[in-house]
Nanobody, 115 residues
């Protein structure tokens, strides 16, 4: 069983930056594919960025050039650095860990981009 706890969300002005963290306990993350998802009010949850166990990364077009996903297996933590934030980035951001056998979600952290 893996427990994921996100942190780092908050209120930021347009153009600002935030770094989200996802700390895991209960199991080592090194074998998991890790992802960040978000869900805005009235919308479906969507993938933001993903990083494989080997460190390969990918992200959706809407955040390319503004978002970096990284992992520190020694700290059992995954990060999402977000720059140039826009109001449309406002959402609850969720951390996800999965293998072909298991999938786990964190409880989410709110990101609000507003002036």
């Amino acid at each position: 069983q893996v427990q994921l706890v996100e942190s780092g969300g908050g209120l930021v002005q347009p153009g600002g930056s935030l770094r989200l963290s996802c700390a895991a306990s209960g199991s080592a993350l090194r074998s998991y594919v890790m992802g960040w998802y978000r869900q805005a009010p009235g919308k479906q949850r969507e993938l933001v960025a993903v990083i494989s166990s080997g460190g390969s990364v990918n992200c959706v077009d809407s955040v390319k050039g503004r978002v970096t996903i990284s992992r520190d297996n020694a700290k059992n933590t995954v990060y999402l650095q977000m720059n140039g934030l826009k109001p449309e980035d406002t959402a609850v951001y969720y951390c996800n860990a999965h293998t072909v056998y298991n999938q786990y979600w964190g409880q989410g952290t709110q990101v609000t981009v507003s002036s």
